[in-house]
């Protein structure tokens, strides 16, 4: 949610600043903005994409080697230039941008007007570049002191940078909740609402801790304090991901390129931790807490969204092999809900950005009852696997396209290691049938491959329906996850209307939509209680629905009913998910296409959900 980039250094900023916010548009793009420091403080701002403001721009002078830029998704006020960050403080000394929301911002807006102040913009984030100055002002202290008492006074999350013109060699950045990385360059730094605009320019990095105030000046040594004034030493990572992950590699869109990806970023999550010939599962970052993965009364998986349809597959996994009760529930309703949990209980939280505030929260929550916190995540370094006790990450590489892809089969691949490893541990599979599932496993990635290579159906799916206004998507068992996801990467990223239910709850109500123009997905392979879906698409096909169906290579049954078929490879039941998700991309991503839709930057949405 909103973009950060900054530069202080010896080069010309916008350059920089400008490439940052392209690289990080898929955290939100209604509008954007910078602020650059050459003598006095020159702010520029546009409503839209970045691009826009690349062409506002053209002939302004764009001189300063120290500068702030920011792409925005809407909180507080409509997505338009004035709404549209940096803000100045009303002086126009100060220049703030900001990714959170300040929930106490009306009471200080309140007080500040008393005092004087005036607000051109509906946004929190004008509030508080203006309490910094107040305080500057009032209290005489340095900007680095005021941005320090400013924030005891703030409730909410934020991350921000100051750019001040009064201070031309410095920065100021500071977080709590929403992420904030710097990059230390040879003589320079660069700083960011994630690593991406950073890679090119250096691997070293700072993430911020909560409650962190960075203070950034030219020439010398990073200083890190928190609100509280306290000296903190700065813990320099280095970044793993490389430049080419952050291109489209020939692609139209980074969803198709993270689609092809696929055979790789499974094989990526598996490396070093499957064994196949060997009989060896083995996930190093949770293997201390297996004795107590053992003795947990149950596992309670937090997620939201696509992580959330992962959880989904992931509670049959657990509780099919590994025989361990699963409870899946959504982060955003279980922080609310006072659940009752304990010391014996374990959770594991599933995120791809590793910054998903309502998933933060539920762990935070969780955390304060005794429970141990287990994570599974994509972005290293990010907030949830700085805050679990332990856990694995996918690996997938940077996810650009908003509709998440790769990182829940990635997802799915870690759960079903993790199921995998506690069936082993616990006895609860023959020794012959683990071997036989780890040998499925191993060849997984050369299935997905096949499934990738559809020779066109699922394009020609698409253009048959492109124009219709609703869709269904029905599974059962360790499917019915994977009709919830194929209806949401439908609905996201083509605005169609799509819903995903188990194919047994359709005669419970769903089946009232059915006639001769809507279609409905099955997903229908012939493991599992396959009798039972065919049941379903007769009962479909009785009322003159449209079938497409994902059946198992060969199948002749459902082939005979359905409109469509899409065919995967045969495989174990439970790793039909993960196959039979991948055409479910494919034919979103190609009706979208069709329909003319921003595939990568789909409307109201954004990659990284750091609000509630
Ligand atoms: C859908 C999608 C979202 C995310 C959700 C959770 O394609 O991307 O539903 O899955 O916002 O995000 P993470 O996994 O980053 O916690």
């Not at 650059?36 to 409503?47: H, I, Q, S, V």
């Not at 541990?425 to 997905?448: C, D, I, N, W, Y």
């Not at 209680?529 to 079938?547: F, L």
Request: with cysteine; aromatic share 8%.
């Amino acid at each position: 949610m909103c973009g950060i980039v900054a530069y202080i250094g010896p080069r010309e900023a916008y350059p920089i600043l400008i490439k940052g916010l392209q690289r990080l548009e898929y955290r939100g793009y209604d509008s954007a903005g910078i602020a650059l420091l050459n003598g006095e403080l020159n702010l520029f701002k546009t409503k839209g994409k970045v691009v826009e403001l690349v062409d506002y721009l053209k002939d302004k002078d764009l001189k300063g080697n120290i500068g702030i830029a920011h792409t925005r998704w809407a909180t507080h006020g409509e997505p338009n230039q004035t709404n549209a960050h940096p803000h100045f403080s009303q002086s126009g000394k100060l220049a703030i941008i900001h990714n959170g929301i300040i929930e106490n911002y009306g009471a200080l807006k309140k007080e500040l007007t008393k005092r004087g102040y005036t607000f051109t913009s509906d946004t929190d984030t004008e509030v508080l570049v203006n309490l910094i100055e107040d305080i500057c002002q009032n209290e005489k202290v340095s900007l680095e002191e005021a941005v320090r008492m400013s924030l005891n006074q703030v409730i909410g999350a934020y991350a921000i940078v100051i750019l001040s013109q009064e201070n031309p060699d410095m920065l100021i950045a500071a977080r709590k909740g929403s992420p904030l990385v710097i990059g230390i360059g040879k003589d320079d730094y660069f700083i960011a609402s994630d690593a991406t605009p950073i890679i090119e320019y250096t691997k070293n990095v700072v993430y911020l801790e909560d409650e962190e105030v960075a203070i950034i000046k030219r020439g010398e040594e990073l200083q890190i304090r928190n609100i509280k004034n306290r000296k903190k030493t700065p813990y320099i990572q280095e970044l793993e991901w490389n430049l080419n992950e952050l291109e489209k590699g020939g692609y139209d869109h980074f969803m198709l390129k993270e689609i092809y990806e696929q055979p790789r970023s499974i094989k990526d999550s598996m490396r070093g931790r499957l064994n196949a010939r060997k009989g060896i599962v083995s996930l190093g970052g949770v293997s201390e807490y297996e004795e107590k993965l053992l003795k947990a009364r149950r596992i309670i998986m937090i997620a939201c969204g696509t992580s959330w349809h992962a959880s989904l597959v992931g509670e049959y996994l657990f509780e099919d092999i590994a025989r361990i009760p699963v409870e899946v529930e959504y982060a955003s309703e279980f922080r609310y809900r006072n659940p009752i949990i304990d010391e014996n209980d374990i959770i594991i939280a599933i995120s791809q950005s590793g910054e998903t505030a309502d998933t933060l929260a539920a762990i935070k929550m969780a955390k304060s009852k005794g429970a141990t916190i287990l994570g599974i995540c994509n972005v290293v370094g990010s907030s949830i696997p700085r805050l679990t006790d332990a856990g694995s990450y996918t690996h997938a590489g940077p996810e650009i396209g908003v509709a998440s892809t790769k990182a829940f089969t990635a997802q799915v691949t870690i759960l079903t290691l993790m199921a995998l490893r506690l069936a082993q541990l616990k006895g609860t599979l023959p020794k012959s049938r683990f071997m036989q599932l780890l040998h499925e496993l191993e060849h997984l990635p050369a299935k997905v491959e096949q499934v990738l290579d559809d020779k066109g159906i699922t394009e020609q799916i698409a253009k048959e329906f492109k124009n219709t206004t609703n869709f269904l998507y029905l599974g059962r068992g360790y499917n019915f996850p994977v009709a919830l996801e194929g209806a949401l990467k439908l609905k996201e990223i083509s605005y169609i209307h799509a819903e995903g239910y188990p194919a047994a709850e359709m005669k419970h109500g769903p089946i009232a939509l059915i006639d001769e123009n809507m279609p409905v997905v099955f997903i229908a392979p012939s493991k599992g209680i396959y009798e039972k879906v065919v049941s379903n698409i007769q009962e479909v096909k009785a009322r003159n629905g449209k079938i497409i169906a994902i059946v198992t290579k060969g199948d002749t049954t459902v082939k005979k009913m359905a409109d469509y078929i899409i065919e995967i490879p045969e495989t174990e039941e439970m790793l039909v998910p993960i196959l039979a998700t991948i055409p479910l991309q494919k034919l979103a991503y190609y009706i979208a296409i069709m329909r003319g839709c921003n595939v990568d930057q789909p409307r109201n949405l954004a990659k990284s959900v750091t609000v509630e």
